[in-house]
């Protein structure tokens, strides 16, 4: 049972664009989603997070937008950069959770020239 | 310096063998935990120690055995290696278990397991 889904799977987004993660999950409980961010050959890396109590959390070019009532989130990457090109993850965590998250599983960028 | 370092990077083997994963945080963090992310990219944490201590067996089969001899090691040991094994083990560790509060998880590089 995939807890926290999410889509597209690939994305090919043209230099300049925005690009747009889309991610649902279904414990009502989760109340922590942060964004991972993976290079190829390396480990995932936070790139920002979001309580539910937010509806918006923006860092730089990167923005999350929340919705709890349709328990919804999305990353919203602007002026997309090739050096964006990466697998996003979205996840999940309720505390109490014994620090455990759920992750979604991946969306490939390409950012293009 | 590196905060989460696992060793070896790429190790290929034969089914039914025997091999270890070691990974080591610099970070100083209570909890470690090992993930497989397999050719979907897909990751899914395996386990979770918090100072030595067993806190998250996510249904891996008995194969696979941590050992943490300190809050800042913990090594995988993979017995009887199968082809469903191919995968990147990360190791990650955080800060502050349970203080029901979020805490960023900091992965190692990756270890590239392929079984033949």
């Known amino acids: 049972q995939q807890q926290v889904k999410q889509s597209p799977q690939s994305l090919i987004v043209q230099k300049g664009g925005i690009s747009i993660i889309n991610c649902a999950y279904e414990?009502?409980?989760?109340?922590?989603f942060p964004w991972y961010q993976q290079f190829p050959g390396k480990g995932p890396a936070l790139l920002i997070a979001?309580?539910?109590?937010?509806s918006e959390k923006k860092e730089g070019r990167f923005t999350i937008s929340f919705n709890k009532s349709a328990k919804q989130f999305s990353l919203h990457i602007m002026d997309s950069q090739p050096g964006d090109s990466a697998t996003y993850f979205c996840?999940?965590?309720?505390?109490?959770?014994?620090?455990?998250?759920?992750f979604g599983i991946g969306t490939k960028l390409q950012v293009i020239p | 310096d590196t905060a989460v370092s696992q060793t070896p990077k790429y190790l290929v083997t034969q089914m039914g063998n025997d091999k270890s994963i070691k990974c080591e945080q610099n970070?100083?963090?209570?909890?470690m935990y090992w993930y497989k992310q397999d050719s979907k990219k897909f990751l899914k944490i395996m386990f979770s120690?918090?100072?030595?201590?067993?806190?998250i067996n996510e249904t891996v089969p008995n194969r696979f055995s941590p050992k943490s001899p300190d809050k800042a090691h913990l090594n995988l040991h993979i017995n009887s290696l199968e082809l469903g094994d191919s995968a990147v083990y990360f190791c990650?560790?955080?800060?502050?278990?349970?203080?029901?509060?979020?805490?960023?998880?900091?992965f190692g590089p990756g270890t590239r397991l392929t079984v033949l």
């Open positions: 990650a560790s955080s800060q502050d278990f349970g203080t029901h509060s979020y805490n960023e998880q900091f």
């Open positions: 970070l100083g963090h209570d909890t």
């Open positions: 414990n009502t409980a989760f109340d922590y």
């Open positions: 979001i309580r539910p109590d937010v």
């Open positions: 120690y918090n100072n030595k201590e067993l806190i």
């Open positions: 996840a999940a965590y309720h505390s109490g959770g014994y620090q455990k998250v759920t």
